[in-house]
């Protein structure tokens, strides 16, 4: 990175794959051959898009390091500027500052069974661990997955679960309401996570998705026996300047950008309920 | 209607040393001025070319702070025009649009923006000849005041006047 | 008469507040020459509530702006409040918008005989140490800096007082204190400092907006104190979606965000003052509103906050006024 | 190299105009035609007369932090060949010329200390304030016009703090004298004045002698972190406290240590800026996610926010540095007449309450 | 996004003034546009071709597309870029011919401005959303309000078609003002031998509800679904139950009840039938006059009625219907001549008004059909006829023409002369109007055939001299003051909106003009529909009408209706309001100012208010929008950013 740190520098869209009616997923690379193959990144750390005239906004890369033909980022279309992004075709120039955050402490997570608990946009940033994960498998031991989203239709990467599932992944799929042709769990997630009721014995969950999920999705894991400090999420959307100078992204002394983006329950529980 | 009516040229460019690059943004309803700006095409009645036209639905759509926005930030004339009171496509979307314009009309020489650069009025879908009038005029009215001074310096970093943010 | 009052709002305060929710009033602040706002459920307080001329703020404001009365449930008791004549037109002006369904509130109506605007008591004793400051009869009584000074209320009073027209309160469900006598009934005393603008030449009318908007810091206080100003944290001035302002400080952004304000209160602005008491760079932003008020006074006859059964002008028509 | 001049009051405009081709100078100035109207620091102007009656309204952040300045600019250039192919040049055009600010008090020049910390002393450098940072120079006036809502000694200050200062001014019967405290200040002076001679020399001693026994405040900001977490969740001390506050955003713009800023792009066509403006933490939007969702959506988080910022974040951050510098600024310009002090004070009072 | 811009030619229509070339090379520079070019015709079919070929070829997301007025081909490109797949508000036009080209000859002035206006179309097109019709089904029954003869005219023509009709009637008969006429210009045909098959066929078909003696009380809902409540009128006789014999009239010893039916001129019962040939044929009271409702003791119609129908403790009653159409025929009233002083303000017996002398020359009225004065009985000899009673008069606030007056005077002046042939009549006019098919010679044969004497001018008064009227006035064509001495003077009374049109316009929200009578939604083109979709207007109440006219128009209504209930369900105009819920404040100004009634308060979860725009319903019009303070309700391709950015540009 250059000295200046408000200084994105210039990427160009390679591909654009298109997730669910308002999610799509871009796979960018640096302008600048050295630096793409230089750029290393831990998995859970972010990058900061510019769609200038627009603005800039925050997304988890979600490839994993150990796969660098591109960096892949998925962003959901809510505000300003994923409105924007989801106008863009693959060729344009975006800028990107990255990578940023602390990302996830997956070398503390080696050794152990590991849930994901992912909703909707919340398994992009799941994603790029649990392909690190799968491309390290034997470092870890089960890894089971819990993803839902309100129908099959709002799924991402449904076009990779083959792939997760012959990485060695216990992938369980659910959706909000019967759909015709679909042939996984129904129901909501923090529902689904009960009925699995994986064991907390010398386990990680890392969940993402909307707060209300993951409001009971916390409850439920308490429920089942996790320890605060064994479940882990990330807040990357709270995230502005990402370089800790702006001020916004404090929760309490915290600033998510600079100690997180990825806390363990136990952290953001001394940070004030400022969620 | 032919050619020959006394307004059908546009008005000789007597003034244009001073007013190259007028220009007036017009909001026109979309049932009877902007109709009515299509009759004077149609009939090829001449007119200046400075104004722009922006086609709204019905004048109750225009906000006056449309208006505000346009003279604010340097438009030299702000024409409004819909269908006569009473004649709404929507009925009454032009009794409000009038008390509004109206308002803010009687309001902007007070903070300092001359009145007669926005101008409200009612032409029909029918009336090409009357909105021909209508713009001559008022492209007139805009050249003689000439340019809009405007409020002050736009690239709002530097505010100098006593402000002395940098 | 000042303290018999005083004694007399808290007697009824005492009655009523086993009925109310809370009370909000005005009490002494940490500065002589203004209150603060207080809103008070324990009987224990109510001998802090004050009135009188340091009384300036206007409470009716917090009847409706976040997080004051979201999701009240419907069998809640009425809220209590202080409202001298021109914060009684806010609250008029909101029971008219339904903000405020009337009888949520118990109104304790203050009669007023003007408010002190501490500048101008800045100009004459300079802006030392005010360490106290009493009203005596019209006096106005201020030790600073070791030096006590006298000066005539008269000459301290709010802007907007000296053309007060409605020092009673429009409604109240009880009265405090003696009934005031206007100062103005006439539009040419209410609106004295816009024609005195207005008279100008408009190149000077001009001149003087860019001299005084210059030093908006757009914080958004006048915003924010304005009762009516009811988008609060949704208001345009703000949002990217629709952009009606950029971020940036350049007179365009800053007289375009004052156009908003008064658009927005035109027909609807009761003329409290609160927004120019507020600003932090005294700007006189009240005036602009003045203006618009008269405009409506005079084209459409309507002057808000009188009626609670009316309708803002601008929210309504007549077919019939073809000369406008 | 000179050391210390004396100013004769009359003598300050012609002093300051040919100070200001040395150097940028700012100074404190009335922004409106009014002796007891707001005032602020501006670019001096010759005629252009100094306030040092009073502390200025607004504070000198600005000189350091503008409200709006441009970050980027950026421009998508078209190939003449295919508009398709749009290429995309960003620039970060930055100039920081040497600044004096002549007039400073010692509270906002402490108050840099903050900015400091989070500008320039973080892992990440912004070069904009600290290459501005690096180039100014603060002349500050020993401060003998405290008032009731004043507390610079509370937080660690003092009216004759000259910590950061680069020369210190002290106002005398019929003048100033200025002392240059660093070196690189000292040229700044040569040729402005004569050293003063021994007796007002002998009273500005005196002054600031008696100045910096002034204890300004009673504040006592010790355990206020500890106290405010646990007042945290007590939300009715925060009601209690904040009821009246109307969350614009007067205190954060006025003060010297709000640093807080939003980054915005404007564009016009293909060409555009990506600016920083000053941001509130007492506004809604200040915390608002593109998804709607808020963090603190009310005033009572948002102003705890700013209360915890202040005495409990940046402590716990910054090695027990204070987010605030005393000037009460905040309770000066508050509309309801907040007052941080009380606010603060109560924190430790009964917090089981 | 990729937006691409087609410059059009217009042969040499635009590229005779407007450097189109320049045009196109000039947008390719603004931002986001990819591709760019000028065409010979656009709207051609190899044109819309070259639209759709770029927008596969370049991945255009968006078109604009400067040639015509959007007026002209907005619809044309809308749909060629839907067939080339994009949405088709994906589309702008920039009008570059009309306001352009066509009118003025300066051709670099021209080119200037035709490159804004595209540079507008495109900033506003960055803005652009793609939008979605939706289907709501549509309920095919039709709500009639009126019995007059366009009403009935309208429910007939529904029922035929196989819809279900509700007509609600607040008269206890229908027929309406016709079904009083003795005969009707200019054919002379018996009014209720043309209109009383037609009142029959309403009773008799089975797919009408008739509610006669009933009230709008009101109206919710929306195009193809509205609810409607309608008050059924205490009547004091159970309907399903009388038979309509008559025994109870009979027998009814309030003798001196208002007769409305002969305008006054006769005396009912206080129970009663109004006339022999009502539909429905059914009794009613009139509670002023009755002596039972008035606590004297009576109950005789009670007593007689064979089958008990009489029931003096009914109430008014509400019943619901629902509808997905409704026809307002709700006709007019006549002016009350007491307004005018000089005519003796009413106190004359023998000065009638025009209705009256209907009734009077009917056979069915209070003399049988003859003609006899009300004062003493006597058979006029001299009968004056003054126009324009309450018409083109501005000093009783009814400056218009109402359109019949001439006619009915003609006409009756010719019954007259039938009549009594040794009468004399005199008309006095100010101008005759008589415009339709065989009118102005149905006048002529009125002075030429039956010796009508016309006499051009205003009555400046009316007194009684003797026994006779003096009929004062002038003779402006000859210009001297004329005197007439009259038996009977009839009135040409005007023609006024119908009594509380306006609050019924209200629960509709359709408007009315000054007068009351209702707003159609363009005076050539959309005579019948009104700004409120799914309420149509049919005859007098949208103005003075004849009854050819009344009953064309209650056709046309009803063929509205046919078109929509054609259909299931209707695709909904997604160009409307849209509330975005995050920012709406709950202030209710839009539901205070919209039009339509589109708006209406949706309850989120913790009783949070937040306004909701009913897309069926909401027209587009954006007052809302313009009303909003905080700008949450944004009216859909209009909405402040895109009108916002087409300003930007133009201030750059």
Not at chain 4, 196 to 203: F, L, N, T, V, W
Not at chain 5, 605 to 622: D, F, S
Request: glycine share 8%; hydrophobic share 35%; with cysteine.
């Amino acid at each position: 990175m250059n000295n200046n740190p408000y200084l994105p520098e210039l990427a160009t869209i390679q591909e654009i794959i298109t997730e669910t009616g308002n999610i799509r997923t871009l796979r960018i690379t640096l302008n600048d051959k050295d630096r793409m193959e230089r750029f290393t990144f831990r998995p859970g750390q972010v990058g900061q898009i510019s769609v200038f005239g627009t603005g800039e906004s925050t997304f988890v890369i979600n490839s994993p390091p150990t796969r660098k033909d591109y960096l892949q980022f998925s962003v959901m279309k809510a505000g300003e500027v994923t409105s924007r992004i989801h106008q863009l075709n693959a060729g344009d120039q975006v800028g990107l500052r990255a990578p940023l955050g602390n990302g996830f402490g997956f070398d503390e997570m080696k050794g152990h069974d590991i849930l994901f608990v992912g909703g909707g946009i919340g398994m992009a940033p799941l994603r790029t661990l649990l392909l690190y994960m799968i491309d390290n498998r034997a470092d870890y031991g089960d890894i089971t997955v819990i993803y839902g989203a309100r129908s099959p239709k709002d799924m991402c990467y449904t076009y990779e679960f083959e792939e997760w599932r012959a990485g060695g992944v216990n992938l369980i799929l659910t959706v909000d309401a019967e759909f015709p042709g679909w042939k996984e769990r129904v129901g909501f997630v923090p529902t689904v996570l009960s009925e699995v009721a994986p064991s907390p014995n010398n386990r990680i969950a890392v969940v993402c998705g909307p707060p209300i999920m993951i409001k009971f999705v916390l409850f439920g894991l308490t429920e089942l026996g996790f320890e605060d400090q064994q479940i882990i999420t990330t807040l990357e959307k709270r995230m502005k300047c990402g370089i800790g100078i702006c001020g916004r992204c404090n929760a309490g002394s915290k600033y998510v950008c600079l100690d997180g983006p990825v806390f363990s329950y136990d952290q953001i529980r001394a940070m004030g309920g400022e969620l | 209607m032919t050619d020959s009516s006394p307004r059908s040229s546009a008005p000789a460019d007597q003034t244009a040393a001073n007013t190259q690059g007028i220009k007036i943004v017009g909001f026109l309803c979309n049932w009877c001025s902007y109709g009515g700006a299509d009759t004077a095409g149609v009939c090829r009645f001449k007119q200046p070319t400075d104004l722009r036209i922006v086609r709204i639905p019905c004048t109750g759509r225009m906000d006056p702070l449309f208006v505000a926005k346009s003279l604010i930030y340097g438009m030299d004339g702000v024409l409004v025009s819909g269908c006569h009171p009473r004649d709404c496509h929507y009925a009454v979307g032009n009794f409000y649009a009038r008390r509004r314009m109206e308002a803010l009309k009687l309001f902007l020489p007070f903070m300092g923006i001359d009145t007669r650069r926005f101008r409200y009025t009612w032409v029909s879908a029918s009336e090409g000849q009357q909105w021909q009038k209508v713009v001559t005029e008022f492209s007139e009215e805009i050249h003689r005041l000439g340019p809009n001074p405007g409020v002050g310096p736009r690239s709002g970093e530097n505010s100098k006047i006593s402000n002395g943010l940098r | 008469m000042l303290e018999t009052d005083r004694i007399q709002l808290h007697k009824l305060v005492e009655e009523a507040l086993p009925e109310l929710d809370m009370m909000i009033g005005w009490t002494e602040s940490c500065d002589p020459l203004q209150t603060t706002p207080v809103f008070i459920r324990d009987a224990k307080l109510i001998s802090k509530l004050t009135l009188g001329p340091f009384c300036s703020q206007n409470l009716a404001g917090y009847l409706v702006k976040p997080p004051a009365l979201e999701s009240v449930p419907k069998d809640a008791k009425p809220i209590g409040i202080c409202v001298k004549g021109c914060d009684s037109r806010s609250l008029v002006a909101l029971i008219q918008e339904k903000f405020i369904s009337r009888d949520r509130v118990r109104i304790f109506g203050i009669p007023c005989r003007g408010t002190i605007d501490w500048r101008k008591v800045a100009q004459r004793v300079g802006l030392s140490d005010v360490k106290s400051a009493t009203v005596e009869d019209d006096f106005l009584v201020i030790d600073a800096s070791g030096t006590t000074h006298r000066i005539g209320l008269e000459d301290v009073l709010a802007r907007k007082c000296l053309g007060c027209r409605y020092p009673n309160p429009i409604i109240q469900d009880v009265l405090v204190g003696q009934v005031a006598t206007p100062r103005s009934s006439s539009l040419e005393t209410t609106y004295r400092d816009v024609d005195a603008l207005d008279n100008k030449p408009i190149e000077e009318r001009l001149a003087f907006w860019q001299s005084e908007l210059d030093r908006c810091i757009r914080c958004y206080a006048c915003r924010n104190a304005c009762p009516l100003c009811v988008c609060q944290d949704k208001c345009i001035a703000e949002t990217r979606e629709p952009r009606w302002l950029t971020q940036r400080v350049g007179l365009p952004e800053k007289f375009l965000f004052h156009f908003i304000h008064a658009m927005h209160l035109a027909g609807r602005c009761t003329g409290c003052g609160e927004c120019e008491r507020v600003c932090p760079m005294d700007i006189p932003v009240t005036l602009i509103k003045e203006k618009l008020n008269k405009i409506m006074e005079e084209m459409l006859g309507y002057s808000a906050g009188l009626d609670p059964d009316g309708v803002p002008p601008l929210l309504t028509f007549n077919p019939g006024e073809t000369e406008i | 190299m000179a050391v210390k001049i004396f100013i004769a009051t009359d003598r300050l405009d012609s002093v300051l105009e040919k100070l200001s081709t040395k150097i940028d100078l700012w100074i404190p100035a009335l922004l409106k035609d009014d002796k007891s109207g707001p005032t602020g620091f501006v670019p001096y102007e010759p005629g252009k007369a100094v306030a040092f009656d009073r502390q200025t309204t607004m504070s000198l952040k600005k000189v350091l932090l503008p409200q709006v300045e441009t970050l980027l600019r950026f421009e998508y250039r078209k190939e003449p060949e295919g508009a398709i192919n749009s290429t995309l040049a960003v620039e970060d055009r930055r100039e920081a010329r040497p600044t004096l600010v002549f007039g400073a008090r010692p509270c906002d020049v402490r108050a840099l200390t903050t900015l400091d910390r989070v500008f320039s002393n973080g892992p990440y450098v912004d070069p904009y304030y600290t290459e501005r940072r690096k180039n100014t120079l603060f002349a500050t006036l020993v401060c003998r016009q405290t008032d009731a809502k004043c507390f610079c000694s509370s937080v660690g200050g003092g009216p004759a703090d000259m910590e950061g200062s680069h020369l210190r001014i002290v106002r005398t019967d019929d003048g100033y004298i200025v002392e240059a405290l660093t070196k690189e200040a000292q040229s700044l002076l040569d040729n402005l004045g004569d050293a003063p001679d021994a007796s007002r020399e002998k009273q500005a001693a005196e002054i600031v002698e008696e100045v910096s026994r002034r204890r300004v405040g009673d504040l006592d900001t010790e355990g206020s972190a500890e106290a405010f977490r646990k007042r945290f969740e007590q939300t009715d001390y925060w009601v209690q406290m904040v009821s009246q506050c109307l969350s614009c955003g007067v205190c954060t713009y006025v003060c010297p240590t709000c640093y807080c800023f939003s980054i915005t792009d404007e564009a016009e066509n293909l060409k555009g800026e990506r600016l920083r403006s000053w941001d509130s933490c007492m506004f809604y939007h200040y915390t608002l996610e593109a998804s709607g969702h808020n963090p603190r959506p009310t005033k009572l988080e948002r102003y705890r926010n700013r209360v915890g910022h202040k005495f409990s974040y940046i402590p716990e951050r910054y090695e027990g540095l204070l987010g605030c510098c005393g000037c009460g600024r905040c309770i000066r310009s508050c509309p309801v007449s907040i007052d941080i002090r009380q606010v603060v004070g109560h924190l430790k009072e009964n917090t089981n309450e | 996004m990729r937006i691409g811009v087609f410059v059009c030619n217009c042969g040499t229509n635009i590229a005779g003034t407007v450097d189109t070339k320049r045009v196109a090379s000039e947008a390719l520079s603004f931002a986001d546009v990819v591709y760019a070019t000028n065409y010979m015709y656009t709207c051609s079919e190899p044109g819309q071709q070259e639209i759709q070929r770029a927008i596969g070829e370049h991945g255009l997301q968006g078109v604009v597309v400067a040639a015509c007025s959007p007026r002209m081909h907005e619809p044309t490109f809308r749909r060629a870029v839907e067939k080339a797949g994009l949405n088709r508000y994906m589309f702008e036009m920039a009008n570059i011919r009309e306001h352009v080209s066509w009118i003025g000859n300066d051709r670099e002035a021209n080119t200037q401005k035709a490159i804004d206006l595209v540079r507008m179309a495109v900033a506003k097109l960055r803005f652009n959303n793609p939008l979605f019709s939706s289907k709501m089904p549509v309920n095919k029954r039709l709500l009639v309000i009126g019995g007059g003869v366009a009403g009935i005219q309208a429910a007939l023509d529904c029922a035929d078609g196989g819809m279900d009709v509700v007509m609600v009637e607040r008269k206890q008969y229908i027929g309406g003002k016709m079904a009083k006429l003795d005969k009707t210009f200019p054919t002379i045909d018996c009014s209720s031998c043309i209109l009383g098959p037609k009142m029959v066929d309403v009773s008799q078909k089975e797919n009408i509800t008739l509610y006669a003696a009933s009230e709008i009380e009101s109206i919710s809902g929306y195009i193809g679904n509205f609810t409607v409540q309608i008050r059924k009128k205490a009547t004091y006789v159970n309907w399903e139950a009388c038979t309509g014999c008559g025994l109870c009239t009979e027998k009814c010893p309030s003798k001196k009840a208002a007769d409305y039916f002969n305008e006054g001129l006769g005396a009912a019962r206080a129970i009663n039938i109004p006339f022999p040939q009502a539909i429905p044929k059914k009794a009613a009271i009139d509670a002023q006059f009755c002596r039972q409702l008035n606590g004297k003791k009576c109950g005789v119609c009670a007593k007689v009625c064979p089958v008990q129908a009489v029931d003096f403790e009914m109430k008014d009653s509400i019943v619901t219907e629902q509808v997905g159409a409704i026809i307002v025929a709700t006709g007019y009233d006549l002016f009350d001549h007491s307004a005018y002083g000089e005519y003796g303000a009413g106190r004359y017996p023998d000065v009638i008004s025009g209705i009256q002398y209907e009734r009077i020359l009917s056979a069915s009225g209070p003399y049988g059909g003859h003609i006899r004065r009300p004062s003493d009985g006597k058979e006029p000899k001299d009968i004056v006829f003054i126009s324009c009673v309450g018409s083109r008069d501005a000093s009783v606030g009814r400056p218009y023409c109402s359109g019949i007056c001439c006619m009915y005077i003609a006409k009756q002046a010719i019954l007259t002369r039938d009549h009594l042939p040794e009468s004399n009549s005199y008309v006095f006019y100010m101008d005759i109007r008589s415009p339709g098919k065989n009118y102005d010679e149905f006048v002529r044969r009125a002075q030429e055939e039956y010796g009508v004497q016309y006499i051009r001018g205003r009555v400046g008064k009316i007194y009684p001299r003797g026994d006779r009227m003096v009929v004062q006035g002038a003779d402006t064509l000859l210009g001297v003051q004329v005197e007439v001495e009259a038996d009977l003077v009839v009135l040409a009374t005007g023609v006024e909106s119908s009594a509380g049109a306006g609050e019924l316009a209200e629960k509709l929200r359709i408007s009315y003009d000054q007068y009351g009578f209702y707003m159609e939604s363009h005076p050539k083109l959309r005579p019948v529909e009104t700004n409120t979709a799914g309420v149509y207007l049919a005859g007098a109440c949208q103005g003075p009408k004849d009854i050819p006219s009344s009953v064309a128009q209650g056709s046309a209504a009803a063929s509205k209706v046919q078109s929509l209930f054609a259909h299931d369900t209707i695709e909904t105009n997604p160009q409307v309001a849209l509330v975005n819920e995050r920012t709406c404040i709950s202030c209710g100004k839009c539901i205070q100012v919209c039009p339509f009634g589109a708006i209406q308060w949706k309850e989120l979860r913790g009783g949070i208010k937040k306004a909701e725009v009913l897309p069926t319903v909401c027209q587009g019009c954006g007052v809302c929008n313009a009303t909003c303070p905080p700008k949450a309700i944004q009216l859909q391709h209009a909405t402040d950013n895109q009108i916002l950015a087409e300003v930007n540009e133009l201030c750059a």
